[in-house]
């Protein structure tokens, strides 16, 4: 995982990153979760809401994304969810295009990449 996070050292100049958005709690989107907050640090952890629980063996990555999911650091998404970095632009500065639906799956939309 050291790749990863040593990449997007070298990527982030003076920036930092600010949210973290997880689709799912499934191990494929989620590896290296615990890793990654441990080495840069995930100051806003968006997700959709869930209570997801999973039947051991249970990875360190999944015990970390529950810890981020129940803390005081996440963000609920839903269907119709509206946050200003997420899909809402002004004269200043654009949206990042993202869109929710149905409350389970987050989309970029093609016009704003």
């Not at 890793?35 to 051991?56: L, M, Q, R, V």
């Not at 999911?69 to 654009?94: H, I, P, Q, V």
Request: hydrophobic share 25%; proline share 4%; charged share 35%.
């Amino acid at each position: 995982m050291d790749w990863i996070t040593n990449e997007l050292k070298e990527q982030k100049d003076d920036k930092r990153v600010t949210r973290f958005i997880s689709t799912h709690p499934d191990q494929d989107h989620i590896a290296g979760l615990e890793h990654i907050d441990d080495e840069i640090g995930i100051p806003n952890f968006y997700c959709i809401k869930n209570k997801a629980t999973k039947s051991p063996p249970v990875t360190s990555d999944y015990k970390h994304y529950k810890k981020l999911r129940d803390g005081d650091k996440a963000f609920d998404l839903y269907k119709g969810c509206s946050r200003k970095w997420m899909n809402e632009s002004d004269e200043t500065r654009g949206s990042a295009g993202l869109t929710c639906f149905r409350g389970t799956r987050v989309t970029r939309t093609s016009k704003q990449r």
